[in-house]
Nanobody
Framework: QVQLVESGGGSVQTGGSLRLSCAAS????????MGWFRQAPGKEREGVAS???????NYLDSVKGRFTISEDSAKNTLFLQMNSLKPEDSATYYC?????????????????WGQGTQVTVSS
């Protein structure tokens, strides 16, 4: 079983930065893929970034160059550094994890989810 707890959300102005954290528990085997997703009101959830146990990363096109996913394996923590934030980045951000498997992390349907943290970017 994997538990994920996000933190770091908040309200910023356009151009500001936030760093989201996700504290993870459970076997590393169960969280070989880690990802950040977001969902804005009235919109479908979308994958923002993912990282594999080997360190391979993928990003949503609209956040490339602005967001960076990383992890501290020793502390079992996943991060999402968000810079140059835009109002369209406003959403609830979720941390997710998925066990070892053949499908690349960016294409997974993740099975473990955190409760989410709100990010609001004002213009």
């Amino acid at each position: 079983q994997v538990q994920l707890v996000e933190s770091g959300g908040g309200s910023v102005q356009t151009g500001g930065s936030l760093r989201l954290s996700c504290a993870a528990s459970g076997s590393p085997y169960s969280r070989a893929c880690m990802g950040w997703f977001r969902q804005a009101p009235g919109k479908e959830r979308e994958g923002v970034a993912s990282i594999s146990s080997g360190g391979s990363t993928n990003y949503l096109d609209s956040v490339k160059g602005r967001f960076t996913i990383s992890e501290d394996s020793a502390k079992n923590t996943l991060f999402l550094q968000m810079n140059s934030l835009k109002p369209e980045d406003s959403a609830t951000y979720y941390c997710a994890a998925d066990p070892v498997g053949p499908i690349r992390c960016a294409d997974r349907k993740y099975i473990y989810w955190g409760q989410g943290t709100q990010v609001t970017v004002s213009s």
